[in-house]
């Protein structure tokens, strides 16, 4: 099985997708790496928030630390993509029952959408970078 390595910090990538220059910014979520985010809500055009569904029992704290960067006043009308990711495990949680748990449906301050996604396959990465070129062209 491939292995994927916990962002310590962050790390730039660069890609073209759709006529699109994507420079992502990719933050750890890990507790002591969280305080940085908002540093970088000012200069953002989209969020992607990446969530493992397979760690139910973390969902509270993603609940929260979300309900954070969501009603950041930098976020605010930001598109953002939610990764369901590690669908490849069992037992994760769908994306409905994602949306369920984070109150997704309560978010009406900007367009977002929610795609499944296996970080080790890359599937669902096209459908959320697809989503995220389109209403950055709208903008």
Known sequence: MKEI??????????????????????????GKYRPLWEHYFKDANAIIFVID???????????EELKILLEHPDTKGIPTLFFANKIDISDHLNPVECVQYLDLDNVKDRPWHITPSNALTGFGLEDGIGWISEHLRVN
């Open 5 to 30: 390595t916990p962002t310590v910090g962050f790390n730039v990538e660069q890609f073209s997708r759709s006529g699109i220059n994507f420079t992502v910014f990719d933050m750890s979520g890990a």
């Open 53 to 63: 569904c397979s760690d139910k029992l973390r969902m509270c704290r993603v609940k």
